[in-house]
């Protein structure tokens, strides 16, 4: 049986396994320690029984803007910084349950929407956020090195009944 924990920066030192995608953007550790500081409640693990990491989802919330107001500056949103799972866990609702704690937690802070970049040429994962409800915002050109664009997609959240940000 797996486990879903917050993360720890004990994981840091288990992760390898996770972060050996291609796909996957890899941060220092820094990076991923200055998340764990300022937002823990958005940083979830998986692990499998044996305790090897089946993935995580690294997040953080973002914005301004006065409650209730969804055109003050840039809304209070969750954003979804890194989610990954390595090969061998995909298929088993991994990253659907880690997208889920993160949305969760950012509709219980009472965030319009979650958003997230993606790789355009990654259909694959295109089309997993698009299942969970997340829409194509904007295309930014040259996001990831400047080599590769990316879409912004967001997924408006209860605060959000009019779906305005999406």
């Known amino acids: 049986m797996a486990t879903l924990r917050r993360f720890s920066p004990f994981d840091l030192l288990r992760f390898n396994n ?3 995608d291609p796909l996957t953007e890899t941060f220092t550790m820094g990076f991923y320690l200055q998340y764990l500081a300022k937002w823990p409640q958005y940083c979830f693990n998986v692990d499998a029984p044996h305790g090897r990491s089946m ?5 953080k919330a973002e914005g301004s803007g006065a409650p209730g107001k969804l055109d003050a500056g840039l809304p ?3 954003h ?3 989610v990954t799972v390595p090969p061998e866990y995909r298929r088993l609702g991994t990253a659907h349950a880690l997208m889920g704690l993160l949305e969760s937690v950012s509709d219980h802070e009472a965030a319009w929407f979650v958003d997230l970049f993606v790789r355009r040429s990654n259909g694959v994962a295109i089309s997993f956020y698009e299942s969970l409800g997340y829409s194509v915002c904007r295309h930014v050109l040259g996001y990831y090195s400047g080599d590769e664009d ?6 408006p959240l209860s605060r959000d009944a009019d779906r305005r940000s999406a």
């Open 18 to 20: 996770v972060n050996l």
């Open 55 to 59: 993935g995580y989802v690294l997040g």
């Open 76 to 78: 209070w949103h969750g």
């Open 80 to 82: 979804v910084t890194a």
């Open 150 to 155: 990316a879409y912004d997609m967001r997924k």
